[in-house]
């Protein structure tokens, strides 16, 4: 299912580069160095507003809803998604699992969000690879 779609669906995609170009800012760019991933589902309402959800994905296992870092993410979540112009799209939910805790389920139904700067800064040469 996953790979069975667009990366993002047209409709979307201004949404879903604003919230990557306020994820990647360089004021959050230390709270983002510790994510694995972000991941994000969007749908139109019945009158044609755009809602999403957010769910980042901290490394390392499982954490307790009230450890210091999944409130520090959903923080930092709930100020991008308020630096996003409402006309673009409204925040519906705003998390922070463990990699343990996302499921297929939510992955397959999800796009990750292009934060590929946030893994590989641009001064920071990729990895090398077989040509």
Known sequence: MRY???AIPQRYKTIADALA????RKKDRGRGARLRDVLAQFWTTD???I???IVAVL???QYSPDHPLVAET???LAAIALAIPDELGTAASLEAYGDDEVS???VEGAFSLDLSKLSWPLNVPGPVGAV
Do not use: H, K, N
Request: charged residues 25%; contains cysteine; aromatic residues 10%.
């Open 47 to 49: 009158e044609g507003a």
């Open 21 to 24: 170009r306020e994820l990647t």
């Open 4 to 6: 069975d779609r667009p």
């Open 74 to 76: 959903r923080s930092c």
């Open 104 to 106: 297929l389920a939510y």
């Open 59 to 61: 490394p390392g296992g």
């Open 51 to 53: 809602q999403y959800s």
